[in-house]
């Protein structure tokens, strides 16, 4: 039975971070938002369409989540 209860308590654990992760997503890709929406404004005034500047956000948070991704290696020589 003790394995079972350790199963189902790393599935809870599983599902309330990826809920968090999810969350904390949505929250970056407003600010990420924001910023470009801010910046175009500040740098070229009012005309920034949403469908680029979400179009913006979402390439910026991939590059961001890629390169988090990315493993750096130790220089070998």
Do not use: Q
């Not at 599935?11 to 971070?17: G, Q, Y």
């Not at 949505?26 to 979400?54: H, R």
């Amino acid at each position: 039975m003790g394995i079972v209860k350790e199963g189902l308590k790393a599935i809870l654990v599983t599902f309330i971070a990826s809920v968090l992760l999810i969350i904390l997503g949505m929250i970056y890709f407003g600010i990420t938002l924001w910023i470009i929406k801010s910046a175009s404004n500040l740098f070229f005034g009012e005309g920034l369409e949403a469908d680029w500047a979400v179009f913006a956000a979402a390439i910026m948070s991939t590059g961001a989540i890629v390169a988090g991704a990315l493993e750096k290696k130790p220089f070998k020589r």
